[in-house]
């Protein structure tokens, strides 16, 4: 009895122990079955290729994503979208500007560049002090307009001065402006005193008296229409404001010269500044309007004008 009550209490012991040792029988048999078919994958993928360790990795069932993969290792990285091509230039391409043409600049004769005197009146003080000052200065023969007492034409002498700086102006002016000269005077003196100030040929066009016209506040008004079409980039230096009534907002008043102020800087030191910043503006009339106010100066003087900037 003890016996079997022995054996009766040891045979479940045995048996599980024997269904453990079939459990692992069977999982070693699976794996030996993975690991040729592991095998026999590898050896068909050899006519297509060597596979890489990442598929080696794979088969096998370790994880490589780390070493192999830096798009699943970062999953919240997404790389910058392309913009698309925007209608218009971009702030780096945009276009430049288009270069603006050059500046007209309209030039009086007599008191703006030069000043001129019959040379039998002329006070010897006075000439003397201003070739002391180093003013350059010219004798000149004009044909007058008038007839002497046999109905020839009258011949008459005159002493130019010129304006300190002037040659250095013209040169440096016409650099950026088409100079034309417009004088109230006739032509008969001013052509021979032109020929001598304009040694280099700066000027590109002359008018005289006949070209200006007669207002109903002024004669000899100085009419810019007939010298350029295009007002925004025109301007007028003169002496006589009046000359530019028609044009107020062009105008541009220097000090008159006179031989007695030998001292004198307007040309290099005023008016050339004034006009180099001219040339870099589309329209010239608003900054000149804000400079000088014209329009007001003819109405204090009972002239009206239009006294709105463009």
């Not at 990442?54 to 830096?70: D, E, K, N």
């Not at 008018?207 to 100085?222: F, N």
Request: charged fraction near 20%; hydrophobic fraction near 40%.
């Amino acid at each position: 009895m003890a016996e079997l009550a022995q054996s009766g209490m040891c045979s479940p012991w045995y048996a599980a122990a024997a269904a453990n040792t079939t459990t692992k029988s069977v999982q070693a048999w699976r794996a030996l079955v993975n690991w040729v078919a592991i095998l026999f994958r590898l050896l068909l993928q050899i006519p297509r290729g060597t596979p890489s360790w990442a598929q080696i990795l794979s088969f096998v069932g370790l994880r490589h994503t780390l070493l192999f993969s830096p798009s699943t290792a970062s999953p919240a990285y997404k790389p910058l979208a392309i913009d698309p091509p925007i209608d218009g230039p971009t702030p780096d391409t945009a276009p430049a500007p288009e270069p603006l043409g050059k500046l007209t600049v309209v030039l009086d004769l007599d008191e703006t560049l030069v000043c001129a005197y019959e040379t039998s009146s002329l006070p010897s003080t006075v000439h003397s002090q201003a070739i002391e000052a180093g003013v350059k200065c010219f004798d000149l023969e004009c044909v007058s307009s008038e007839n002497d007492a046999d109905g020839r034409q009258k011949a008459n002498h005159v002493t130019v001065f010129e304006r300190p700086g002037l040659r250095e102006f013209l040169k440096q002016s016409s650099e950026f402006a088409d100079l034309v000269l417009f004088t109230a005077g006739l032509e008969g003196y001013a052509s021979p005193v032109i020929d001598r100030i304009d040694v280099d040929n700066k000027l590109i066009h002359r008018l005289y008296r006949p070209a200006t016209v007669s207002t109903e506040y002024r004669e000899h008004v100085k009419d810019l229409s007939c010298v350029s079409k295009d007002l925004s980039r025109t301007v007028i230096v003169d002496n006589n404001p009046y000359s530019f009534l028609l044009q107020p907002l062009n105008g541009i008043p220097c000090m008159p010269f006179f031989a007695a102020q030998p001292c004198d800087e307007q040309l290099m030191g005023v008016i050339l500044p004034l006009l180099k910043h001219l040339s870099l503006q589309k329209d010239v009339r608003s900054v000149l309007y804000e400079k000088f106010h014209m329009p007001e100066w003819f109405e204090q003087q009972g002239i009206p004008t239009v006294k709105s900037t463009p």
